[in-house]
């Protein structure tokens, strides 16, 4: 019976044993991927809260993609509440960074390292995010109000985008589910709109915002 018992405690052992190399290799390998540019900003930080960048280029069908803006998207679920917040361009000390680091993969996603980057300058860990174009403004535009987005300031963005943002919270806040369901996304993927976020976990964190059966509040901050 006793030799039964250390055996089966040397077995137990050597299982922890194995289990703990694996889980310390593996975070060992992916932060390895993601240095090479493969792995997306993905861990959401909160389950009553999801981080998203948007960013904003010139052309998705260009080779060299121009950088026009960035944007983070909070979605608090326990509220509900949609919280846009301008990050590039803007009058701060990393501004300039986010520009020259700012690079795209031969598959046109986000690099991993830029991702990393802007999660450090903003403090804050970036679940996901969306790559959008001007033509896909254009489209989504026409879609919610007949009109597409004013970029007649390369320069300065942010005051024609933030009105954007707002008629596009409001027509989420108004229509919920059928913002997402009802448009054709395929005239937009992946010409003009890319994204690490799946349409099943975009409605279910939908589902989640709307649950409440409370108002979605929208709260857009730019310049």
């Not at 006793?2 to 044993?17: D, E, H, M, Q, S």
């Not at 052309?59 to 979605?75: F, K, R």
């Not at 799946?198 to 939908?206: E, K």
């Amino acid at each position: 019976m006793r030799k039964i018992v250390i055996f089966l405690t040397i077995v137990v052992f050597l299982a922890c044993l194995g289990f703990g190399l694996y889980t310390s290799y593996k975070p060992d390998q992916n932060k390895k991927q993601g240095e090479g540019g493969y792995l997306p900003v993905v861990t959401p930080v909160s389950q009553f809260q999801n981080n998203y960048l948007i960013i904003h280029v010139d052309n998705l069908q260009a080779d060299n993609p121009q950088l026009v803006s960035v944007w983070g998207l909070i979605a608090y679920f326990p509220e509900p509440k949609l919280i846009f917040q301008a990050l590039y361009p803007m009058q701060t000390p990393t501004n300039t960074q986010v520009l020259e680091r700012y690079k795209l993969s031969s598959q046109k996603i986000p690099d991993a390292a830029w991702l990393r980057a802007l999660a450090d300058y903003n403090q804050i860990t970036w679940d996901n995010y969306f790559l959008v174009d001007n033509e896909a403004l254009n489209q989504l535009g026409n879609y919610v109000y007949g009109g597409g987005i004013n970029l007649d300031q390369p320069t300065n963005p942010i005051s024609a985008e933030q009105a954007f943002m707002q008629t596009m919270c409001d027509a989420f806040a108004a229509q919920g589910r059928n913002f997402l369901i009802a448009y054709q996304w395929k005239d937009l993927i992946p010409d003009h709109f890319r994204s690490n976020v799946s349409l099943d976990f975009g409605l279910v964190n939908t589902d989640k915002l709307l649950s409440p059966g409370l108002p979605v509040r929208c709260e857009i901050f730019g310049n």
